[in-house]
């Protein structure tokens, strides 16, 4: 499933949602696809943040150019106004 991008996981986590919801499942399948849910939820906040740490790089610089970079961990903290 860490190879599937946000969209499609979104939908998933959906469509689970719609199915718990209605109340019809039997306990196993419930359980089961509860267990799915949360799989499908953690791999779309994990995009989510990647997606946030990305912008966070297109931030104005001190001297009012935009820089843009990668995100690595050794460039989480630099001279950009937070």
Known sequence: ?????????LKKLEEIVRRLENGTLPL??????FE?????AS???RKLDE???KVELLIK????????APF???N?????ER
């Open 28 to 33: 196993d399948d419930a359980i089961k696809a």
């Open 72 to 74: 690595t961990a050794e």
């Open 51 to 53: 997606a946030e740490r």
């Open 43 to 45: 791999l779309c906040a």
């Open 36 to 40: 799915e849910g949360v799989r499908h």
């Open 61 to 68: 610089q001190r001297n009012g150019s935009f820089r843009r």
């Open 1 to 9: 499933m860490a190879a599937e991008k946000f969209e499609a996981s």
């Open 76 to 80: 989480g903290d630099d001279d950009t």
